[in-house]
């Protein structure tokens, strides 16, 4: 295969869209999912279930509530919202939103905004204007960071190809109010960059990941870098993993130590890797798999999982979200770590037809939030468990599935927890949502 066309197969498994995604998992029950699941993700080799994980399937009894209480949603000036992201600083939640200015213009600009009181109101919108626009999308969303009143985003912009591109940087040094163009951590800026993550530690380095071919291998990996100068200037770029999935998310945790984990998809198995460091950042070990379904698959399911530390009272107590594909038992997984992340309890599945999840720690409880599919499309989900994870509430839900809810995130903060995610009811511009969860 030559190069021109590697990068074309990996150009149409960057564009496979959450519709696309979505109406095959509606229908997803047992093998029939794998299959569809390999067709949509242009599989070329088939797939196989691999070893078969024992696993913890969901209480039937535990039925969902129907009842949908209310919550705000909002385009923050925006004709719709296709990209955000949310990062809690202390008690300041800092959340970036993009979407088009108008219907005619389809160029995505990005916006900032703050809220000091746990979400329930939202400060002056900031327009990041003069900035590259961003080609970002559920899923391969823009990032944000924060310590103090610095502000690091960076986002993928458009490049030589559809819907592939560098990053771009921006950065603040007054809480949001200015923001200036800083470096690209990458080496290629004519690269193609994607599915970044994000992180402040506890001592104002910022950190990054992404995934990135310049190599031109055909498959991407996982590149990491480190700003001690809130993304003005980036270390040299390292590689953690040489080959991985292409097109799920990059998820980082901070422990209460200042230890930093990265969960990302790995390449065979297709199962979640963590990968951890000591020293901020200057090397790198793999540590587990979390969830060793053994998931033998050659496409992407554009999917990523979802890491939270208990607190400061368990500074080792690790806990993650990872949706597999493996036949028999696909679905979304709580898992638990009592040695940081060295050995994983026995995965409990999540919701019944759970896709995109994230998890956050509040008030000593674990709280885990997902979208599920149902017959009218996509609803947001929440449950709590109060004993380490090995019991969960009664699902609650958020949304209804007409509103096509997707990619929730949850924010912890000492007002309480945050939920956000989007939505795009039929002929509606998509809306950013959120509502504190009690």
Known sequence: MTQQHRRIVRLRCTNLTYNDFSCVAVQSMGTLSVTLLCLAALTLNGC????????????KET???????????????????????????NDSIHLIVGGKVSVDNKQIKLSYNRSEDGGVSWQDL??????????????????????????????????????????????????????????NPAVNNAGDQSHIDLIADQNGVFHTVWLEDP???????????????????????????????????????????????ILYRDMKPRDMAL???????????????????GWQFDGCPHVGGALAYMGTGNPRQLHG????????????????????????????????????????????????????????GSSIFYAKSEDNGNNWSTPTRLTVASNAATHPRLIATKQGLLALWTEKPSKKPSQLAWQRLE
């Open 321 to 376: 979200l990872v949706w597999t594909g493996v036949e028999g038992k696909s679905g979304l997984y709580h898992l638990a770590s009592n040695n940081n992340g060295r050995n994983w309890s026995t995965p409990q599945k999540i919701g019944n037809t759970a896709i995109h999840g994230d998890i956050a720690e509040f008030d000593g409880n674990i709280v885990a939030i997902w979208d599920e599919m149902e017959q009218e």
């Open 63 to 89: 039925a969902e509530s129907t009842s949908v209480g209310l919550y705000s949603k909002s385009t923050f000036g925006l004709t719709d919202i296709s990209t955000f992201d949310v990062y809690a600083d």
């Open 215 to 261: 190599e031109e291998n055909g498959y991407q990996s996982l590149r990491y870098a480190r700003s001690a100068d809130w993304g003005k200037h980036w270390s040299q770029t390292a590689t953690l993993d040489d080959s991985t999935c292409s097109c799920c998310w990059n998820t980082f945790a901070l422990s209460p130590e200042n230890e930093l984990n």
């Open 126 to 183: 900031i327009t990041l204007n003069n900035h590259p626009a961003s080609i970002n999308s559920r899923g391969n969303d823009v990032q944000l960071a924060a310590k103090g009143n610095h502000l690091l985003a960076v986002w993928q912009t458009k490049g030589e190809l559809p819907s592939m591109g560098p990053m771009v940087s921006a950065y603040s040094e007054d809480n949001g109010k200015t923001w200036t163009q800083g470096a």
């Open 275 to 293: 990968l951890q460091s000591y020293d901020d950042g200057k090397n790198w070990r793999h540590v587990s798999t979390v969830g060793e379904f």
């Open 48 to 59: 196989s279930s691999g070893q078969l994980l024992s696993t913890v399937e969901p209480k």
